[in-house]
């Protein structure tokens, strides 16, 4: 029977791998999941246990992409990754560029295989030959693959030029600012070209479209507060954390949890929030 100690030193690496792949936490524990059955089922001599699981995981995941490209396709308003928590307290698993809602964003425009390699080989240091043998392509073939997934996302890995206690005061100012329903101290905190996505799935309410700059943006966190009814656009009791590198909270609303992620810009404003309410994807904060 395989090495049970040899996969799980490469558990993580696996789970980081599928969530990348498939922007779904509990998509990856699935198939970090079948890989571990597959690596207890197979007969034959492993002489390289971290390549087979990496060969193994990423397969599943480009079957699984394959599979949903429908059901994304069809997907009510924007769609947006899982988002991936961690609590403020705790030193950071993945580098934050590589977790970030924008990279997985744009990791959303390549096919399947695109995103296999550019991830293989740009974040997780696979050789081209390696990641050529995973996929049953040629070497040629996969630095082609790697150079056209390179040219898409080249400028969607953020480097955080913005410092961490920074972010997180543009985010808490973002929402006492909110608790308040202050538009004007805002409409201080965001970008002019400020972009807010929401991902609602259909399924609880949310933006169908992203709103686009400054005035875009605060003219729809108006409407929320005046639909509301009240003095504020979100509730007073939330909890901070990190949510995909990025400062974020969790809100407790009466038809569930949301999640809101704050991405800063370079010019000391909010670049980007981005809003999961859809319940599929908030699971895991159970």
Known sequence: MPDIEAFEAQRSRLTGLAYR??????EAEDVVQDAWLRWTR?????????????????????????????????Y?????????????????VERAEDVSVAFLL?????????????????????????IAETLGRSEPAVRQLAARARAHVKDSRPRFTVSQEHAAKLAAAFMAAAA??????????????????????????????????????????QGVA??????????????????????????EHEDGPMTIAFQPGEDGRLAAIYLVR?????GHLA
């Open 21 to 26: 792949m498939l922007g779904s936490v509990a």
């Open 42 to 74: 197979t007969e034959e001599e492993v002489r390289d246990p971290a390549g087979w699981l990496v060969r193994t995981t990423s397969r599943l995941c480009i079957d699984r992409l394959r599979s949903a490209k429908a059901q994304r396709e069809a």
């Open 76 to 92: 009510r308003g924007p769609w947006l990754p899982e988002p991936l928590i961690e609590e403020l307290t705790v030193d950071p």
């Open 106 to 130: 744009a990791l959303e425009r390549l096919s399947p295989l695109e995103r296999a390699v550019f991830l293989l080989h740009d974040v997780f240091d696979e050789d081209y030959d390696a």
């Open 180 to 221: 308040k329903g202050d538009m004007q101290a805002l409409s201080a905190v965001l970008a002019e070209d400020a972009v807010l996505l929401s991902d609602g799935g259909g399924k609880r309410k949310a933006a169908l479209r992203p709103l686009v700059g400054r005035e875009d943006v605060v003219r729809l966190l």
């Open 226 to 251: 005046w639909r509301a009814g009240a003095d504020h656009v979100w509730p007073l009791n939330f909890r901070a954390v990190r949510i995909n590198g990025y400062p974020g909270v969790i809100l």
């Open 278 to 282: 859809n319940p599929d994807k908030l």
